[in-house]
């Protein structure tokens, strides 16, 4: 059975930063794109960044760019989101995401694809 677990939310002042995890189990391999998305109510869930399974491609949306890093730990089957200079529009729930079927793909400036499995969310609340 696949999980991927989040970690790592909470609520953080503005120009504050939190690091998020997700904790992969049940897959084989490491060897596939990952993704964080994040939503809040009544809008659609938006691709924030992705990362190849070696980490040598790194996607970001426009409105992270810059202050977030995506990374991962193969070795660890952990996936990591560093958010740095975080806004009040940076509020909502986060997920990560996993494509072991290799549908995804992420380039520097791209980030296109289907993801197959994701987590649960974590809750990041940015006050001014």
């Known amino acids: 059975q696949v999980q991927l677990v989040e970690s790592g939310g909470g609520l953080v002042q503005a120009g504050g930063s939190l690091r998020l995890s997700c904790k992969v189990s049940?897959?084989?391999?490491?060897?596939?794109?990952m993704g964080w998305f994040r939503q809040v109510p009544g809008k659609e869930r938006e691709r924030i960044a992705c990362?190849?399974?070696?980490?040598?491609?790194?996607y970001y949306h426009d409105s992270v760019k810059g202050r977030f890093t995506i990374s991962r730990d193969n070795e660890k089957n952990t996936l990591y989101l560093q958010m740095n200079d975080l806004k009040d529009e940076d509020t909502a729930v986060y997920y990560c995401?996993?494509?072991?079927?290799?549908?995804?793909?992420?380039?520097?400036?791209?980030?296109?694809?289907?993801?197959?499995?994701w987590g649960q969310g974590t809750q990041v609340t940015v006050s001014s």
């Open positions: 995401a996993a494509d072991p079927g290799i549908q995804v793909m992420v380039t520097t400036s791209y980030c296109g694809g289907v993801f197959e499995y």
């Open positions: 049940g897959l084989t391999s490491y060897q596939y794109p």
């Open positions: 990362i190849s399974w070696s980490g040598s491609s790194a």
